[in-house]
């Protein structure tokens, strides 16, 4: 589910909500009766908020479920090439794509009780398929890997460490971190509200 609201207009600027949540649905179909985020509905309404000179900038509210890898990278990029002050705030989980997107903003926050969910790209059941199958998989995860690390704080060392931790999430491999961890580790900027959202965003329109 997604959709662009209006905040109001202040004497710092209009400020447009971008909501991200559920499973981020790609060219492949989820069912009807999961709450899903449709790519190519969101990324015209990212090229709109940019171009409109009303808009001064975006807080993207993110609670996601993992998805279509290639369309949360769409959108992350969408969003870390916009000129327009952009923040994003986690809520509640960032699971696997929502890390990307989560890190795409020029400041990410998130909060205290919210979780972030990091492990390697991998599908549902049991692959089996020749070389170029797992080399496919992999230059993806090469791919978050470095769209992450470019538009963060955290080291390629630490990222991969928390994306191949063992001990950490149970018959899986991965890291659950949550608000404070995602701060210390370089991963998000800083722990946040939504007051603290709007302000960053009001304090950049003012700044234009």
Known sequence: MEEVK???TSKNGTIQCLTIVGQIEGHQLLPDDAKTTKYEHVL???AAVEESPEIDGLLILLNTMGGDVEAGLAIAELIAGMK???VSLVLGGGHSIGVPLAVAAKR??????AAMTIHPV???G???GVPQTYNYFSRIQERIVGFVTQHSNISREKFLELMTDTDELANDV??????QEAVESGLIDQIGTLSDALDYLHREAEKR
């Open 84 to 86: 327009k002050p952009t």
């Open 126 to 128: 049991v692959v089996i």
């Open 44 to 46: 015209p309404l990212i």
């Open 122 to 124: 991998r599908i549902n």
């Open 108 to 113: 990410s926050m998130i909060a205290p009780s």
């Open 6 to 8: 209006e905040l109001g």
């Open 174 to 179: 991965g890291s659950v971190i949550y608000g």
